[in-house]
């Protein structure tokens, strides 16, 4: 082999070693999920990695998140198409997603995938999935309505309007939730959650599920659209609800 063949083979072990290092916790997933051992609940069907330390509660858990499943059905007035498959990929905790490359949780919708850890809410990634079926896929495209309604039916006990108010009013200062703002601020979760229930209780749930089973409109359009009112005014009426809770 000619000295510089030597060279260039030589750099592409090197960037085929460094990329294997650098994504190492990816190429471990992408290696193995499928062989992972597996249990089915009704149409979920839910993989674990080999480290998993939960393998004897995993019934218990899967039926909790069908309840959970069947309610959100029913709220969001879907019909869930009986040969679909929820496919779960659960880890011990966000270090063991991590291992394999992963951010948890996360819902991919085209797959009705969800990637997630044990003591995860039970509704947050399963509302991502279920919203999928409400227009033959057509959804908004917001962040603060996409996680405000997935915070909003998590079936976790926490009081988001509680949680709301301290954050926004303690510190004493007006936070954009709109458009890529909302993921700049490390509340804002919170803040959707409770903004998202207050158009529900207001405007009722056939406005909102209008509004949000469409993507013709961006988020601010939409806002107008649907509510007639802009987004200030109602970001202002969800304020002064909060202040008078
Ligand atoms: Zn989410």
């Avoid at 249990?39 to 939960?54: G, L, V």
């Avoid at 040969?83 to 991590?98: A, H, P």
């Avoid at 947050?124 to 495209?141: D, M």
């Avoid at 006990?157 to 709301?164: M, Q, Y």
Wanted: proline letters at 1%.
């Amino acid at each position: 082999m000619k000295r510089k063949s030597k060279i260039v083979l030589v750099i592409i072990i090197v960037i085929i070693v460094s990329l294997f290092i650098w994504n190492r916790g990816t190429v471990k997933f992408a290696l193995t999920h499928k062989s992972w051992d597996n249990i089915s609940y009704e149409n979920f069907i839910i993989y674990y990695p080999p480290d998993y330390q939960y393998s004897e509660e995993l019934n218990t858990w899967a039926k909790e998140r069908y309840l959970v499943f069947c309610e959100l059905l029913d709220v969001f007035r879907v019909e869930w198409p009986d040969e679909k498959v929820i496919t779960f990929y659960v880890f011990n905790d966000f270090e063991n997603g991590r291992d394999y490359g992963l951010k948890l949780g996360f819902a991919l919708r085209r797959t009705n995938t969800i990637y997630t850890r044990y003591n995860q809410t039970r509704g947050h990634e399963l509302v991502h999935i279920v919203t999928n079926y409400l227009n033959s896929g057509h959804f908004l495209h917001s962040s603060l309505i996409n996680e405000g309604i997935a915070v909003c039916y998590d079936f976790s006990d926490r009081d988001f309007d509680e949680l709301s108010r301290f954050y926004l009013f303690n510190d004493d200062y007006e936070v954009d939730i709109f458009g890529d703002n909302f993921r700049e601020h490390q509340y804002a979760y919170y803040f959707g959650g409770s903004f998202v229930k207050y158009l529900i209780n207001t405007y009722s749930m056939d406005k909102f599920l209008e509004f949000y089973s469409q993507d013709g409109l961006d988020e601010s359009e939409s806002f107008i659209e649907y509510y007639g009112k802009d987004q200030k005014t109602l970001y202002n009426e969800w304020v002064n609800y909060l202040k008078g809770g």
